[in-house]
């Protein structure tokens, strides 16, 4: 499954729906919960499990971005669903790259 889905054998509506979306959600809603929780807590270990699980994360949505933009590049239905699909992936890259930004410099 790892794989398939890295190399884009899995059909574009399972890899958007299923890995993008509803994996993204499960890895990213705990965490941000947590994060907004615990935000005025100044303990450098809550902070060093938050980094560490925001870059599991990002880990798992690159793995998932790259999927589904290989899955979209051979989807064979209307093209105004892969065109949408690698939209959503830029969107979600550029988000992404923000909020690993904010979070490296909120200190600065």
């Given at each position: 499954m790892i794989s398939r889905l890295w190399r884009g054998d899995i059909p574009?509506?399972?890899?958007?729906?299923?890995?993008?979306?509803?994996?993204?959600?499960?890895?990213g809603l705990p965490i941000f919960s947590?994060?907004?929780?615990?935000?005025?807590?100044?303990?450098?270990?809550?902070?060093?499990?938050f980094v560490s699980a925001l870059g599991v994360l990002l880990l798992y949505l690159i793995w998932a971005f790259v999927g589904i933009w290989r899955a979209a590049k051979v989807y064979s239905g209307k093209p105004v669903w892969a065109t949408l699909a690698?939209?959503?992936?830029?969107?979600?890259?550029?988000?992404?790259?923000?909020?690993v930004a904010a979070v490296v410099f909120a200190d600065v």
């Open positions: 574009l509506w399972k890899s958007f729906w299923l890995f993008g979306v509803g994996g993204g959600a499960l890895l947590a994060m907004l929780a615990l935000t005025d807590v100044p303990d450098e270990t809550t902070a060093l499990v690698k939209l959503a992936v830029v969107a979600e890259t550029a988000k992404m790259m923000l909020l």
